[in-house]
């Protein structure tokens, strides 16, 4: 064996240390370089913290694999959905730009402890059990239902029909959380318990139902309606929506003067009927509870 | 007849990709390339500490090994993105890397990072036993010569060792390719993760995951080839008893044909 021939592994060590010199020394770039982005004063009246002012972008971690309120703009990397017009709107009203990072639900409060993004706009629930970690400004209610094969042939209509049966949910969700309460209530009067089946991603969820792994999936209803409007052959409605809960764009608890702004620019997109055209666009109006 | 497919997305998907598709398929690439060659380096970083006089070297060679070979990768690429902020408060690795000549975003960056230091504790126990195969013999006689031990192994070993490397190692990146998919879970839309998206809009989950099976499919085919010609390389001193080019490709796609050689 020749010299010559030992070329791809010399090679490939080289690269090597061309990347690990490039680690180190982008390490300590990045941490001195601050991204400056052109301010758009365009109807900007509220006062953004100074950080976000500085950085001209607020951004969210978002899930976006949850439409109607967040999903990508089919064959683009635009994100589009209410909480995208609702987050594009807070920004504008501060004078910076908007941008949503997309973040799996169960590893997204992680992500904004972690401070990769500013503010969580994700259809997340204000929950006791979240506000332990993270401050929640609210700005709708939202209800649960039940989606099931269409006809439903198991006949759920509630929580007491569900008894004995199989539910999907997605993991980390609230909606997860009430199911495992009312099965345990259900056990407790004497009845089976609900079958809760988690997955990853709400859509997961929701596929497992339509290949008869479940006999409902239970969300966020703004989302069931979503799918029973996309695929109207697999899925119906079972039951009305049920115990709406408050959800909330998800701040950390030691920013309050961004959690002042946001509050200030919710009030001001309800009353200036913003929150309406947003609902009224992505078709809400029966899903969601406006808050007062 | 398959029920209710439409052929017309996966149609589009495979021979129609669009940009966004093509960037996460960019990703995929880029991020088990990285992470395969810092494995490879930790790997061997850990292979010769392990084979050192000196015992703390030893010892940490293991705790390496015992550490990122024994917790599942999706936790390992969880801590490097989010630990040092959720357990220290600081930032280890910020929302954008910036490498001067071009940024990297951060949650690619630390997926690289993650899977990287995670191969490398599987890849350390593969060139161990790569120059392990190496015979004794060849050490000796270059040390005999007057080489020091260091150039011996760097001259003599190693290069014998890589023969008997690289056909695991190609396995390794064939993994990698599928496992750099977990990245997603930190926001990094690669293949996998832009197969999701796509579902989790239109609902499709057949013919999305469908066409990203093929993608990985045509990565994994062509990272074959590649391999092969590598070792076809390596082995020229004994040419003569190994397939040629076209032969493996032959065997990728054909196998059960390749039984009746003595591949």
């Not at chain 2, 004794?136 to 007057?146: F, I, K, T």
Request: glycine letters at 8%; one cysteine or more.
């Amino acid at each position: 064996m020749s010299p010559s021939r030992l070329t791809p592994p010399a090679g490939a060590v080289i690269v090597l240390l061309a990347l690990i010199v490039a680690g180190c020394g982008g390490g300590k770039k990045s941490a001195a370089t601050t991204t400056a982005t052109t301010t758009s004063a365009g109807g900007a009246s509220i006062q953004a913290p100074a950080s976000i002012k500085s950085a001209g972008t607020l951004v969210f971690c978002s899930d976006i694999t949850y439409p109607p309120e967040e999903s990508y703009k089919p064959g683009t990397t635009t994100p589009e959905g209410s909480d995208i017009d609702i987050g594009t709107y807070i920004a504008q009203k501060m004078g910076v730009k908007a941008r949503f990072d997309n973040t799996g639900f169960d590893g997204i409060i992680a992500a904004l402890l972690a401070k990769k993004c500013d503010a969580i706009i994700s259809g997340m629930n204000d929950t006791p059990a979240r506000r332990k970690q993270v401050a929640f400004v609210d700005y709708l209610k939202v209800g649960q239902s039940f989606m099931v094969k269409s006809g439903n042939p198991a006949k759920i209509a509630g929580i007491a029909s569900i008894a004995g049966k199989a539910a999907s949910v997605e993991t980390g969700t609230t909606n997860k959380d009430y199911l495992d309460a009312q099965s345990k209530k259900l056990q407790a009067q004497g009845k089976k318990a609900i079958k809760v089946v988690t997955f990853p991603k709400d859509t997961d969820a929701a596929n497992a139902l339509k290949t008869g792994k479940v006999d409902a999936y239970f969300g966020d209803a703004p989302v069931a309606a979503y799918y029973i409007e996309k695929d109207p052959s697999s899925f119906a409605i079972g039951g009305t929506p049920i115990n709406p809960i408050p959800i909330g764009i998800a701040i950390l608890k030691s920013d309050t003067a961004l959690q002042a702004a946001v509050k200030q620019a919710v009030s001001a997109m309800y009353a200036d009927g913003t929150m309406d055209t947003i609902l009224a666009r992505w078709k809400l109006n029966k899903a969601v509870a406006k808050l007062k | 007849m398959v029920a209710g497919l439409e052929w017309h997305i996966l149609w589009q998907r495979i021979f129609h990709p669009d940009h966004v598709f093509v960037l996460a398929l960019w990703r995929t690439i880029y991020i088990s390339v990285l992470a395969q060659t810092l494995g490879v380096v930790l790997g061997l970083i850990a292979a010769l500490m392990r084979m050192s006089k000196f015992w703390p070297l030893r010892f940490l060679s293991g705790l390496y090994v015992l550490i990122f070979r024994g917790t599942p990768v999706i936790v390992q690429i969880f801590f490097v993105y989010f630990g040092a902020n959720l357990l220290f408060g600081f930032t280890l690795i910020p929302r954008s890397v910036n490498f001067g000549l071009f940024t990297m975003d951060g949650a690619a960056f630390a997926g690289i990072l993650a899977l990287g230091i995670n191969e490398g504790s599987y890849m350390r126990e593969i060139i161990r036993a790569g120059i392990d195969a190496v015979d004794r013999g060849q050490l000796e006689a270059a040390r005999s010569l007057g080489m020091p031990y260091r150039l011996a192994m760097r001259r003599i070993v190693l290069p014998q060792a890589t023969r008997f490397i690289i056909p695991p190692l190609g396995n390794e990146f064939n993994n990698m390719m599928k496992t750099s998919s977990l990245v997603f879970f930190i926001g990094v839309t690669e293949l996998f993760g832009d197969a999701e998206i796509r579902y989790s809009t239109t609902f499709k989950p057949v013919e999305y995951f469908l066409a990203v099976a093929f993608w990985y499919l045509v990565l994994t085919s062509v990272w074959s080839v590649i391999q092969a010609q590598i070792e076809r390389r390596l082995t020229a001193s004994e040419r003569g008893d190994e397939l040629s080019f076209w032969e493996r490709v032959v065997h990728a796609w054909a196998p059960v044909a390749a039984w009746g050689r003595r591949a």
